[in-house]
Every structure is written in structure tokens, then in C-alpha cells.
């Protein structure tokens, strides 16, 4: 498949989109693809990955899944490792390189594409999307239109499974947000981000300082409530079957952060 991608600027080395009108779907996967992995090792949030291959696993079977966003496989292959069939559709080239570098990521079949188009043949027992990653589709008709399509993708009692933040609009002030995310030795790891609440997008930029060497990442998202993802999925045919406040089958409430949300066909 012949893939159309843009060359990233970089200045001090910095990576990535700052307009979300011309955003490339490769963007953040290209630009992160080389310290995604050990960036990521450093988050205790995230950096075990058992939690969410165990309940992925309990939805999904034998499979078919489909993973939106499957990146480096970071979740997806030790789900494939439990014996789940499980296909991946991912926007950048450079995050699939790396998944197909580590053993058994060759033999996961991975479509190059928009993660809104759902491009894929066949239909799944399950299709998800984990880590903000539905959120990195630019607006909210990507965001409809990836349900509509994951929708088509279903299997006969098949779900589709979103983990994505709670949005917390309180961090800004005066639309704007800076925070420090590790401190460790000479290493340290800032969010700066900026929040524009009428198109719920948070453009953030992370900046990591190792020493004297400075990196700076572009992450996107444009948000949406539990309530607006629920009322996309009625628009597509589907319904919430169950939410929970995270992987371990905590309750969601006003003080969860994020939320792990399942959603099925609706019955005719």
C-alpha cells in the first residue's frame, strides 16, 4: 500500500503537527516512534501492560481483534501472545517498523491508514483503541465517523472498547497548562499545553531534557465527554454495554480520571 506523508520540520529537535486543519495521521507515530517505548517505560500508569492484555483478552476470545492504533505493539503483542487473532491498523510506517523488529510482531497483519476509516476487510469479535489514541483523530466528524465504521466492522456479539481520559478542563488557567511529569536525575520531563474548550482540543507539547540534549514532542487530542462518545455510538448503531474507572474493573465516578468504556450493537 503506497502511503503519502509529509517531512516534519525540526529545529531544536521538534517534531510533529501545530495545526490540527492540516494534521498528518502519521505525525505523532513518526515523530515519537524512536523513545516511544522507553518514554513510556517510565509511566508506572502505563508501563505494565498486563492489566489491559488480561481484560482485552477476556472480551476479545480467540478473536478476530482489531486494534486502532496499534503503534508498537505495546499491548498488542502480548494479546497475540495469548493465543487472540488480532490484526492492526496504524498511521505511521516508523511505529510499525518497530513493532515488526520485536519477536512475533512480523506475523500480526497491520493495514497502514487512517485510524477514522477503519479500512480493514472481515469483521471482529472486538475492535479497540487504548491510551487517549481515539482522541489523536482530529474532530469530532473523524471521531463519528470511526465509530460508524467500526460499527460496519462488528461481528454478531462483537464490541468496541475505548480507553480514554476523563477530561479535567480545572489544570488550565487563562487556557493554559504547565506540569512536570518525571523528575529523575538530570532527567526531566515537562507538559505544556494549551486547551481551546469551544473546539475541545488540547494541543500540548512534551519536552524532555536529558543533560544538555532537549527534545520537544507534539501530542494532539481532541477530547470528548463520556456523554458525547455515547450519544456517537447511538449515532452509529451502538450502545454502551458497560464503563469502568479503569483496566482492574473499578468503578467509574466523579473522581475517575479515565475510563475504559465497551459498546455493542444496539438490538433492533
Same mark, same amino acid.
Given at each position: 500500500m503506497s502511503v503519502n506523508r509529509r517531512r516534519h520540520s525540526s529545529g531544536v529537535s521538534f517534531y510533529g503537527m501545530t495545526n490540527h486543519r492540516t494534521l498528518d495521521p502519521a505525525a505523532y507515530g513518526d515523530a515519537w516512534a524512536d523513545v516511544y517505548d522507553e518514554h513510556h517505560a517510565t509511566r508506572p500508569d502505563i508501563a505494565d501492560p498486563r492489566p489491559a492484555v488480561d481484560f482485552l483478552a477476556r472480551l476479545a476470545g480467540a478473536g478476530p481483534a482489531l486494534e486502532l492504533g496499534i503503534g508498537t505493539g505495546r499491548v498488542a503483542l502480548p494479546l497475540a501472545a495469548r493465543g487472540v487473532d488480532l490484526r492492526g491498523i496504524e498511521a505511521s510506517v516508523k511505529m510499525v517498523e518497530i513493532l515488526r523488529a520485536k519477536p512475533g510482531g512480523a506475523a500480526i497483519p497491520v493495514t497502514? %491508514? $487512517?485510524?477514522? $476509516?477503519?479500512? /480493514?476487510? &472481515?469483521?471482529?469479535?472486538?475492535?479497540?483503541?487504548?491510551?487517549?489514541?481515539? =482522541?489523536?483523530? !482530529?474532530?469530532?466528524?473523524?471521531?463519528?465517523?470511526? =465509530? /460508524?465504521? +467500526?460499527?460496519?466492522?462488528?461481528a454478531e456479539g462483537g464490541a468496541f472498547l475505548l480507553e480514554v481520559f476523563v477530561p479535567d478542563v480545572s489544570s488550565f488557567k487563562d487556557g493554559q497548562s504547565v506540569q512536570v511529569s518525571r523528575i529523575e536525575g538530570s532527567e526531566i520531563d515537562l507538559v505544556i499545553?494549551?486547551?481551546? !474548550?469551544? #473546539?475541545?482540543?488540547?494541543?500540548?507539547?512534551?519536552?524532555?531534557?536529558? %543533560? $544538555?540534549? +532537549?527534545? +520537544?514532542?507534539? /501530542?494532539?487530542? #481532541?477530547?470528548?465527554? !463520556?456523554?458525547? *462518545?455515547?450519544?456517537?455510538? *447511538?449515532?452509529? &448503531? *451502538? #450502545?454502551?454495554?458497560?464503563?469502568? &474507572? &479503569?483496566?482492574?474493573?473499578?468503578?467509574?465516578?466523579?473522581?475517575?480520571?479515565?475510563?475504559?468504556?465497551?459498546?455493542?450493537?444496539?438490538?433492533?
Open positions: 497502514i %491508514g $487512517d485510524l477514522a $476509516d477503519v479500512d /480493514v476487510a &472481515g469483521t471482529y469479535r472486538l475492535v479497540f483503541a487504548v491510551f487517549n489514541t481515539f =482522541f489523536a483523530l !482530529p474532530d469530532q466528524d473523524a471521531q463519528v465517523r470511526c =465509530f /460508524v465504521n +467500526v460499527a460496519r466492522r462488528l499545553a494549551t486547551h481551546d !474548550p469551544v #473546539r475541545q482540543h488540547v494541543d500540548s507539547r512534551q519536552v524532555l531534557i536529558a %543533560g $544538555d540534549r +532537549v527534545r +520537544v514532542l507534539t /501530542v494532539f487530542h #481532541r477530547y470528548a465527554w !463520556p456523554s458525547e *462518545l455515547d450519544l456517537m455510538a *447511538l449515532h452509529a &448503531g *451502538l #450502545r454502551l454495554s458497560a464503563r469502568w &474507572g &479503569g483496566w482492574e474493573d473499578q468503578a467509574f465516578d466523579a473522581s475517575s480520571r479515565s475510563h475504559v468504556s465497551v459498546y455493542v450493537a444496539t438490538k433492533s
